[in-house]
């Protein structure tokens, strides 16, 4: 049981290129959801999903896509990043959505835009 | 929109004192659940400990303790006994059933040997 599972941890991109970062949960949750880090700001939402083909926009969603097409898989996708996206990226699960014993959490990506 | 506030941007405590960590929250609701998360240099992010509104029972989990006053909406972390691996970004979420996590800024605690 490996949890939540994400990848690359560290990533550089230059300004405009494109990349997605992977999100992989193996304890059936329905929902996920992506955040954010920055210093001073907490987490912040970008996007989540309360089950396969349904997801939703955050309270940050701009500059980012994403997809549920299995229960499992929870990509998000710079489609031109920009130094403004910078950050570390955490990709989060739980059952039920809005479950009361909290989210599980992957292990975060370093994303840096130059 | 519910907005969760921690006014101590950093702190720092001598090995084996306690330390108080602060967490304020706004909401007009009535049931809800309020959570401290631990992130150490790690980066993961750990649960320390959670606490349900309707419970006028303050939740403690070994060293960790809250100090939970619902009418003025406070939600403070007491860490007893503070050890060296506890320094790490404290962040205090709100949240209510069904729907997503609202994070605190954090505070950043420094133990010191």
């Known amino acids: 049981n490996a949890g939540v599972t994400q990848t690359p941890k560290f990533q550089v991109l230059k300004t405009g290129q494109s990349m997605t970062l992977q999100c992989a949960q193996d304890m059936n949750h329905e929902y996920m959801s992506w955040y954010r880090q920055d210093p001073g700001m907490g987490l912040r939402l970008i996007h989540y999903s309360v089950g396969a083909g349904i997801t939703d926009q955050g309270e940050v969603p701009n500059g980012y896509n994403v997809s549920r097409s299995t229960t499992e898989d929870f990509p998000l996708r710079l489609l031109s990043a920009a130094p403004s996206q910078t950050s570390v990226y955490f990709c989060?699960?739980?059952?039920?959505?809005?479950?009361?014993?909290?989210?599980?959490f992957g292990s975060g990506t370093r994303l840096t835009v130059v | 929109a519910q907005t969760v506030t921690q006014s101590q941007p950093e702190m720092s405590v001598q090995e084996a004192e306690t330390v108080t960590l602060s967490c304020t929250y706004d909401?007009?609701?009535?049931?809800?659940?309020l959570f401290w998360y631990k992130q150490p240099p790690s980066r993961q992010m750990i649960l320390v400990i959670r606490?349900?509104?309707?419970?006028?029972q303050n939740a403690t989990e070994n060293r960790f303790s809250v100090n939970f006053q619902k009418a003025a909406k406070s939600f403070s972390l007491k860490i007893s006994d503070s050890q060296l691996g506890d320094t790490a970004m404290y962040f205090c979420?709100?949240?209510?059933?069904?729907?997503?996590?609202?994070f605190g800024p954090g505070t950043r605690l420094s133990v010191l040997p």
């Open positions: 979420a709100f949240l209510l059933y069904g729907q997503n996590f609202v």
């Open positions: 989060a699960s739980s059952r039920p959505t809005g479950g009361p014993y909290g989210y599980t």
């Open positions: 606490q349900e509104a309707y419970k006028q």
């Open positions: 909401t007009s609701e009535n049931n809800y659940y």
